[in-house]
């Protein structure tokens, strides 16, 4: 793995978005994997600066996202399709029918999960795959003792999880139980992966990813196994004097 930190998280954001955006130029019709929440934001909203000033195109570009709650509709903001929308697509030149996320409306999510696995196969494989970590350890929604051998499939969420993301919510009551995610093999099958860490709160978790062994309970851990990983982490998750005990 190849970790590079940066004194900031602008400067993290900065440094992500230079990375895809020059994928981008170099293959027009780049595969990308994209994950949402807090960490990326930054990210997009860079990529979204160097589209418009620097008129990098996604025309042809494919993206796939990792995950989605069920039981959320498109139109519900705090749908990860509404937050992509949000948050990048809207504002660059990416077509619609080129971007893939996990349908958290279906009536059967476990066909869903088969069906994105389908188009998976269909139009990747994932050439970058832009990562989250969560405090738990978790990447997309593989919660702590997923299957390193798991392909999209439907989960349970964590109350630890589900009470990260209640910011997002009007109470941890209002986030939802369950989530399509792409499996961890699936994850794994991408050509590159860029992990992203930010924040005081995810310094436990680099450490483990770092310095622990490899295991289910720790979904992150598995990505030692993978031939190329970039990891971008700010100061913050490094930085102890930031920690409040
Ligand atoms: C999001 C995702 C999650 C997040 C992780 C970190 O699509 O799959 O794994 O990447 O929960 O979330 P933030 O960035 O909000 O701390």
Do not use: W
């Not at 979204?48 to 903001?77: A, C, Q, W």
């Not at 997309?140 to 999209?152: C, I, K, M, V, Y």
């Not at 030692?224 to 990891?231: E, F, G, L, N």
């Amino acid at each position: 793995m190849d970790i590079i930190t940066t004194p900031s998280y602008e400067a993290l954001s900065k440094e992500a978005a230079s990375y895809v955006s020059r994928k981008v130029q170099e293959n027009p019709h780049i595969v990308l994997g994209l994950a949402t929440g807090s960490t990326p934001t930054g990210m997009y909203e860079q990529l979204i600066k160097d589209h418009i000033t620097l008129g990098t195109s996604y025309r042809n570009v494919t993206t796939f996202n990792l995950d989605e709650y069920v039981g959320m509709s498109k139109k519900n903001p705090n749908s990860y399709y509404a937050f992509m929308k949000k948050h990048l697509f809207q504002h660059i030149d990416i077509q619609n029918e080129f971007t893939f996320i996990p349908d958290g409306m279906s009536g059967d999510p476990q066909k869903e999960c088969g069906l994105y696995e389908e188009k998976l196969s269909k139009h990747g494989p994932i050439d970058l795959q832009i990562l989250g970590l969560g405090a738990n350890g978790h990447i997309g929604f593989n919660e702590p003792g997923t299957s390193s051998s798991s392909r999209t499939h439907v989960v349970e969420l964590t109350d630890s999880t589900r009470k990260a993301n209640s910011r997002f919510f009007k109470g941890i009551e209002d986030v939802p139980t369950h989530a399509i995610t792409m499996g961890i093999d699936s994850i794994m099958d991408a050509k590159e992966i860029l992990l992203l860490v930010a924040g005081a709160n995810k310094r436990e978790a680099f450490e483990k990813l770092l310095y622990g062994e490899i295991s289910d309970n720790f979904p992150a851990s598995i990505l030692k196994k993978h031939p190329c990983v970039k990891i971008l982490a700010d100061q913050s998750v490094l930085d102890t004097s930031s920690i409040i005990a």
